[in-house]
């Protein structure tokens, strides 16, 4: 049966096809899956079901059930419910400021209220799509068995991926009123990075604590959960992880809860989204000083300005920004593991520097160089492509370098030797993750860098080999450093082989260049 | 007696993309001379702009810019010219002072020339009091007079422009046409393409009418049209082409 065009239906129709047409499974300028990619989904589909019959036997031997497995499934939820906060905040600004349709929407005879509606639709699909795929072989699976309370599954993933939704909405819709569109725009991003990232900088915090100093922390909060009502097996807080389980009343008070927090959200706020939507339409004539004298102060050299150019649009770039600050995001945990006072530096700061110091690298060279937006202004000027292109490489390498430069001289203070070794191995893997995207990058647009991998897959091979080779040598290096022992000799072996393959893959690189134009 | 190298020369100049897209122009642009390139859609000319430009590199043929040999010494030939594409792009996230800087910078201008200069055609062009905003919220017109001011910041001697009119308002229009009339006036030479005939009537001292990558009429108006016994420049324009 089809929807009458114009209703409500009609036009989630249309999103869901937009969606299906935009997903990643669908790139290459094909709106069909090629067999390749069914083959692929359906094997990782098979797979997961297999992997599900597994946990299942294991978890509910003779079908029995373990109440305390509540405690894992709420976490487990938790976590989920940050990414789909994430998605959500992103997927919110997007239905704001990115989506070019909405006053093709709202200039139509479809009511505000509708067109709201449906949007939220989709950005509660969106969010909830990947873990319906990756959790529902659970629920076919054990009802397969005949557990059918593993429906419960899908509940709270729809439920919490409304709930998600509607926070993220409302979150983005708050901030444009508090904030102004434009910084919205920026938070809601950065707030999406940071979601997304939480999980991580948790899990980094409990290390820390449980790894040094307070070794006790782990066994305290076992006990702690042991003793107090709150967090015992039966307590609310685990209450949602009893609805994945499939417990008949936390199921429905999730299942209320989403459909509340929906009615809510669309009730409450779809007049509010037409009037974020103005306020975004007129936010890209936003006047950063709105009077006073213009200022000029032009730079002398050609290379300066180059470079400031590059940092002010990836400044002012909020997605790519976010973008770029995710991976600053993951680089916190391991400036406080190398501030702290006690231990030398472990291997795992040398890796972990140069893995994220050259990936960050790699990110920003490919915007700035690959990503330039007006390649014909440069090449239809005089100036020499080599100093341009310098200038962009440097412009590349410098932000990461500042970002380390302060914490590896306090290693060099505190353990010079490895504080050395361990700078050596992030400059060379800053300085040859650009040369690689110098050498390998093809001309790409900027709004593709999540899809930047793919498109150019020779330079995401040799910026990866380079990457793992340079966090391998800094953890050879630092190891060798702290070892002096009878495992030094194969230390260094191993090391001499990673640096031989890092410089293999940079003298590739640069045999197989290719020339921007 | 350097005076009288022209501004552009083309000689036997071609390039295929499959089929010829520029199929043997020779070409003369005075210096101090407006030159109308006119063609229908696909006829050439936008690529034979990107050639002269050093954007595209012919398959034959050669390019001369105010004498000087654009493959022998292409910095050298580009330091002179400017080229303004029908769709510039702009760096959404700069604001018109910042990508007047840049500009500047490519063309390697010393900060004490650029910078009055800027703000004169920032003046010039009423963009003076947008100049603390970013270029993405700017209209067609005013992205159009903002690429414009940065093709005009190193002074060049030829200004290429690639349908510079499109999609502008009468007012923004005319000050790019003044513009152009007053870079001519100061001994500049501009070549333009344009599907605004009256424009190259009014406005162009010759007129080049391009057809499947050849030029297959040059002259004055009046000249085209004691070729063609036509009255207006479109009579001449659609029967050169073709298309009456």
């Known amino acids: 049966m089809t929807a009458p065009p114009g209703s409500s239906r009609w036009l989630l129709r249309h999103e869901l096809r937009l969606a299906w047409y935009g997903a990643a499974i669908n790139k290459g300028g094909r709106r069909r899956m090629g067999w390749a990619s069914i083959a692929v989904w359906t094997l990782a589909w098979i797979t997961l079901h297999v992997l599900a019959f597994v946990v299942l036997r294991k978890m509910t031997p003779g079908g029995v059930m373990d109440p305390r497995l509540a405690i894992p499934a709420t976490l487990v939820l938790a976590a989920v419910a940050t990414f789909m906060l994430a998605s959500s905040l992103k997927a919110s600004v997007m239905a704001l400021f990115e989506r070019g349709d909405l006053d093709l929407l709202l200039s139509s005879p479809l009511s505000s209220r509708s067109i709201f509606t449906v949007r939220l639709l989709g950005v509660i699909v969106a969010g909830a799509a990947l873990y319906l795929f990756l959790f529902g072989p659970l629920v076919h699976v054990g009802v397969a068995l005949g557990q059918f309370h593993w429906v419960g599954v899908y509940v709270a993933i729809m439920a919490t991926a409304t709930l998600m939704a509607c926070l993220g909405m409302l979150l983005t819709l708050a901030l444009v009123r508090l904030l102004g569109a434009r910084r919205t725009r920026v938070l809601a991003q950065v707030l999406g990075a940071v979601a997304g990232a939480l999980l991580f900088l948790l899990s980094q915090a409990y290390s820390m604590f449980s790894h040094t100093g307070d070794s006790g922390a782990a066994e305290r909060t076992l006990r702690h959960m042991a003793e107090s009502p709150w967090l015992a097996p039966d307590s609310p807080l685990w209450l949602p992880g009893r609805a994945v389980l499939g417990e008949p009343l936390p199921t429905l008070g999730m299942a209320l809860l989403g459909i509340a927090a929906f009615a809510l959200t669309v009730g409450r706020t779809h007049r509010f989204f037409v009037h974020g939507v103005q306020e975004a339409a007129g936010s890209a004539r936003a006047v950063g000083k709105p009077s006073g004298a213009m200022r000029l102060r032009f730079r002398r050299s050609l290379f300066d300005a180059v470079v400031v150019k590059e940092w002010r649009l990836i400044a002012r770039d909020t997605h790519l920004l976010s973008q770029v600050l995710l991976q600053l995001v993951y680089l916190a945990p391991m400036l406080f593991l190398i501030l702290r006072k006690n231990d030398a530096p472990g291997p795992a700061i040398g890796a972990g520097l140069a893995l994220l110091c050259s990936s960050l690298t790699g990110s920003l060279a490919w915007i700035i160089v690959s990503a330039e937006d007006a390649p014909d202004l440069l090449h239809s000027s005089p100036a020499a492509g080599r100093t341009v292109k310098l200038a962009k490489l440097a412009a590349s390498v410098m932000p990461p370098l500042l970002l380390v430069a302060l914490p590896l001289l306090w290693l060099l203070v505190r353990a010079p030797l490895a504080g050395f070794l361990i700078g050596f191995v992030v400059v060379a893997a800053v300085l040859s993750a650009a040369l690689i995207v110098g050498w390998q990058g093809r001309p790409a647009l900027r709004s593709d860098f999540k899809m930047r991998g793919k498109e150019n897959f020779l330079c995401t091979v040799f910026e990866s080999v380079n990457t793992l080779c340079w966090g391998g040598l800094g953890w050879l290096l630092v190891s060798l450093a702290a070892d002096s022992g009878g495992a030094a000799g194969s230390t260094a072996m191993m090391a001499a082989g990673v640096l031989a393959a890092a410089l293999l893959s940079l003298l590739l690189a640069w045999l197989l260049r290719k020339r921007l134009v | 007696m350097m005076n009288d190298t022209p501004a552009l020369q083309l000689r036997s100049l071609r390039k295929a993309f499959g089929r010829p897209a520029v199929d043997g122009i020779d070409l003369s642009v005075r210096r101090g001379e407006l030159y109308a390139l006119l063609g229908p859609n696909g006829a050439g000319k936008t690529t ?80 003076a009091k947008h100049a603390h905003e970013l270029t993405e919220g700017f209209s067609r017109g005013m992205k159009q007079k903002l690429a414009l001011a940065g093709a005009l910041i190193h002074e060049p001697e030829l200004l290429i422009l690639d349908e510079p009119l499109t999609g502008l308002d009468a007012a923004a229009a005319r000050q790019v046409k003044d513009l152009l009339v007053s870079h001519v006036a100061q001994g500049g030479t501009v070549i333009l393409t344009t599907h605004i005939l009256e424009v190259a009537e009014r406005l162009a001292q010759r007129i080049g009418i391009i057809r499947q990558g050849r030029l297959i009429a040059e002259g004055t108006l009046a000249e085209l049209r004691e070729r063609t016994h036509g009255g207006s420049l479109e009579d001449v324009f659609l029967q050169l082409t073709e298309q009456a």
Do not use: C, H
């Open chain 2, 48 to 127: 034979t702009l990107r050639m002269v430009t050093g954007l595209l590199a012919p398959d034959s043929g050669q390019i001369e810019v105010l004498g000087i040999d654009l493959a022998g010494n292409p910095a050298a030939a580009k330091q002179k010219m400017a080229y303004l594409p029908d769709d510039p792009l702009l760096y959404g996230k700069l604001k018109p002072t910042e990508y007047l800087e840049f500009v500047a910078g490519l063309w390697g201008i010393a900060p004490e020339e650029a910078e009055p200069r800027a703000r004169r055609l920032l003046d010039w062009l009423d963009l």
